[in-house]
T-cell receptor, first 116, second 114 residues
């Protein structure tokens, strides 16, 4: 199956700093990428949907100025958590869809963000 | 808005026994339904999906699921579990196509007893 990578897998930062997370589709072109957030022992919550070359669409309640998403190419999307605070600590997971029949989403391994 | 309910937070099953994980969804139209498995340190892996057609869907690793429209359910089953099946299982619903994100249930943690 298609492979999606995320970098870094873990990041620890100080409160007030910004952190960038990369999501790459390694062997297919991803027309659409999604960013999810998963709290400990809870479900994944969709944060935003991004299409290559377009502005991301954010879910209700997600601050677009805090979670900046860029989908500049068909293989790369980035999520930047700006001015991170401890409450932003979470597991961030991306997925990518390449336009196959029924457009299956392929998930990355996730990035654990800890804000001190 | 769509929603997914997985009523069982934890399930413990003996190795070799059968398994059924429950999933109920709420969606106004024909849903796209998925089951994913998440193991520690790994990304979500798709077990199976239902879009249309035969309501009994076969997946990987010996799993199957049955779509029952009248009960708004999409329960996951396996006739004989292996210790390696211990993981977190998520049911998800999509509006259709890859242009829409998925709505996930809270997950069921599967524990396998020797």
């Amino acid at each position: 199956g298609a492979v999606v990578s995320q970098h870094p897998s873990r990041v620890i930062c100080k409160s007030g700093t910004s952190v960038k997370i990369e999501c790459r589709s390694l062997d297919f072109q991803a027309t659409t990428m999604f960013w999810y957030r998963q709290f400990p022992k809870q479900s994944l919550m969709l944060m935003a949907t991004s299409n290559e070359g377009s502005k991301a669409t954010y879910e209700q309640g997600v601050e677009k100025d805090k979670f900046l998403i860029n989908h500049a190419s068909l293989t790369l999307s980035t999520l930047t958590v700006t001015s991170a605070h401890p409450e932003d600590s979470s597991f961030y997971i991306c997925s990518a869809s390449g336009g196959q029949p029924y457009n299956e989403q392929f998930f990355g391994p996730g990035t654990r963000l800890t804000v001190l | 808005a769509q929603s997914v309910t997985q009523p069982d937070i934890h399930i413990t099953v003996s190795e070799g026994a059968s398994l059924e994980l429950r999933c109920n969804y709420s969606y106004g139209a024909t849903p796209y339904l998925f089951w994913y498995v998440q193991s520690p340190g790994q990304g979500l892996q798709l077990l199976l999906k239902y879009f249309s057609g035969d309501t009994l869907v076969q997946g990987i690793k010996g799993f199957e699921a049955e779509f029952k429209r009248s009960q708004s359910s999409f329960n996951l089953r396996k006739p004989s579990v292996h210790w390696s099946d211990a993981a977190e299982y998520f049911c998800a619903v999509g509006k259709g196509g890859g242009a829409d994100g998925l709505t996930f249930g809270k997950g069921t943690h599967l524990i396998i007893q020797p």
